[in-house]
């Protein structure tokens, strides 16, 4: 049965509330027309993939690649002598010594000349091309869980990270997962930072695109209780619930806190729907259970099982 590439990219960006689309990448050997993609002309690859993350369906062509860093590392032309010396990056003030820059640049992973002629770049989620790649830019929270899918699909094997903070979507998203065969995430590079509207707390990854229904799979699983459990807080909240205790300090100090404690006890022992106010000083301890269980301290709001941890006897 065939995948249905666009209903995965649905499912990705629903599960998530991915704030852009995950963007589908086709490595292309031969130069032929795409269907409804427009031509780009003098684009950055990373420039594309900001089109594509925003529903456009797009082609990049070889001569249209306009950043020579990215067009050599997808092989279309030789690297220029300016940046192959590190003089560019010290240029650019992302290097201060010229060596630096050399040795970025010869680590850097590149396809083979020849091996494509050009790139097709599309919204996952409104067109069913198969991809060789998957890119997600998006909130860092949001590609956690991908990570960690990953992480579920590898068995549990750590998930490795590679990067020159250089070419962060073309090589570290695109070029490191094909060539690699794996996730791969980087928190962006100077580039696409000053290229294109990549948010400040916006980074980027790219997985092979034959591993998308596994991770959708895995997703859907940490969608039942994972995600949500860990966007709600609970932890944090329970912190600062001790905190508003203990600064008000008449829960923790009252010498009648044991008595008030048994009681409540008590009450949920007799009846699993309750309403009781007890009003003792300035301190209102009000509860609700099970779904409206609070303690109101000098109108501050805080969940109510807290009284039994922090409570003292």
């Not at 990056?89 to 050399?102: C, P, T, W």
């Not at 091309?129 to 830019?137: A, S, T």
Request: charged content about 25%; aromatic content about 10%.
């Amino acid at each position: 049965m065939a995948v249905e590439f666009r209903k995965l990219g649905e499912g990705m960006k629903n599960i998530l509330d991915l704030k852009w689309s995950p963007v589908g990448v086709r490595l292309m050997a031969a130069e032929k027309d795409v269907p409804n993609a427009e031509v780009l002309t003098k684009h950055r690859y990373c420039q594309a993939v900001m089109k594509a993350r925003k529903g456009y369906n797009v082609l990049l062509k070889k001569d249209e690649l306009s950043c020579p860093a990215a067009a050599s590392s997808c092989g279309f032309r030789e690297l220029t002598d300016n940046l192959k010396s590190g003089k560019a990056l010290v240029g650019f003030g992302i290097v201060s010594d010229e060596a630096v820059g050399q040795r970025m640049f010869a680590g850097m992973p590149k396809l083979q000349p020849g091996l494509i002629k050009q790139i097709h770049l599309f919204p996952l989620d409104r067109f069913d091309y198969n991809p060789d790649v998957v890119i997600v830019e998006d909130e860092v929270e949001k590609l956690m869980w991908i990570v960690l899918a990953y992480l579920n699909m590898k068995g549990g094997e750590r998930v490795q990270a590679s990067t020159a903070v250089l070419q962060a979507a073309c090589v570290d998203a695109t070029i490191i997962p094909y060539l690699e065969n794996r996730l791969n995430y980087s928190f962006g590079c100077y580039g696409c930072r000053d290229a294109t509207d990549i948010g400040m707390n916006e980074a980027i990854l790219g997985f092979p695109g034959r591993f998308l229904p596994s991770i959708i799979e895995i997703l859907k699983y940490l969608s039942k209780k994972a995600i949500p459990m860990s966007r709600s807080k609970q932890a944090y909240q329970h912190l600062l619930s001790y905190q508003m205790v203990a600064n008000e300090g008449h829960a923790v100090k009252s010498p009648n806190s044991g008595r008030i404690k048994n009681l409540f006890k008590t009450i949920l022992r007799a009846t699993s729907i309750f309403k009781v106010k007890i009003e003792r000083k300035n301190v209102l301890f009000q509860v609700g259970y099970p779904s409206k269980s609070k303690l109101r301290l000098n109108d501050m709001t805080i969940v109510f099982y807290e009284l039994f941890t922090y409570v003292g006897d």
